[in-house]
């Protein structure tokens, strides 16, 4: 195993189109359930997306958080339940020891398309001044240090669909170095808008299909992702730390690394170099190899093109088969969120001895290597370690290990 401190995870939280809350998330996704929440932008005829439940003050209290950008509000409702969790205070802890690491690929999109609007209909003198303050994409993190009293460090990591897993390696790293005690970690993104929607359309990414089941990770009529939103957090610490306050311990991160393709502006490398470079060094990193890994938490899209690499590596790396699932049959494609919610809930599959099954596939395409999705209904599996896995635009990989 490796020679660092061990570095815990505490307390997660959890916003997306099931609900707010880890707790309901991981239902949903236990379920292999299908939501039907939202149908939007309609101006981009035909393409499912689904988006976060509206909640208002019950769940964000604090004056002007009704009108930050949704990216932000995710990230806020997130961090404020993993801190709960973790069973800190906020309020009381050394601040300049705590740092935050936030995950996101858009940053307030929404926030700027309306300006856009606004300006070319109604003039300059319109657009708001808290534009920027509201839309830029450090301003999550920014925003969560004035609300939990953070002064250490502040770090906005931007790598596409594989922002949040790297927002957790970079925590790790910072904790590692005892540069902090504590670190709050978020991915967040809400990218339900429609120029989003609409580009993803044009270069053949989303789903073709209207259906509310049109996400469906290695299926053999899998045609696209399905756009989502929202956010994931997670109160990361030395595990002696933890110890000395008897704090709740979730799971743990053992190895991490991120590599980049440097092939191709969107597509991954055709024989999945990057990813598998990846997923090596954070096994080394762990301590581990690949034998040791007994469930995968796969990125998973439902594009063709993504999901026949990925499969293709799970059967290369991992002879012995290990369980695999895909929550994005359920969540949809939450972009620079994704790899910090499938983190929280591969920890959640460690700490329950159940692994959810991939909605609406009903079996691994035929022309993919028969790798072991569990598909159906969730399979009990007392496991210990397991490997989630991101892939982003630009070449961005990144491998998370994580321990029960």
Known sequence: MSAHPPIVVTGTGMVTPAGTGTDATWRAVLDGRTLTGSVRPADVPGRH???VPAFGRELLPGRGTAHLDPFIR???VAVDEAVAASG???????????????GCGLGGISTTSDAQTRL?????DTVSPYLHPRSLINMAAG?????????????????????????IGVARDLLRAGTCDTVVVCGTDAGVVPVVAAGFAAMGALSDSFAADASRPFASDRSGFVLSEGAAALVMEREDSARDREAPVVGRVLGYAATTDAHHPVQP?????????????ALADAGLGTGDVEHVNAHGTSTPFNDR???????RLFPHRPSVTANKGVLGHTLGAAGAIEAVLALRALGTGLVPPTAHTPSVDGELPAIDLVVGEARRQRHSVALSTSLGFGGANCALVLGA
């Open 49 to 51: 997306c689904l988006s």
């Open 74 to 76: 995710y990230a806020l």
């Open 88 to 102: 800190h205070d906020s309020r009381s802890w050394e601040g300049h020891r705590v740092g935050i690491v936030v």
């Open 120 to 124: 070319t209909e109604r003039g300059a």
């Open 143 to 167: 925003t969560l240090a004035i609300r939990h009293h953070v002064t250490g460090p502040s770090h906005t990591v931007v790598a596409a669909c594989a922002s949040g897993a790297v927002a």
């Open 269 to 281: 490398h055709p024989d999945g170099a990057g990813a598998e470079a990846a997923v090596r060094a």
């Open 309 to 315: 690499i990925e499969g293709r590596l799970i059967d």
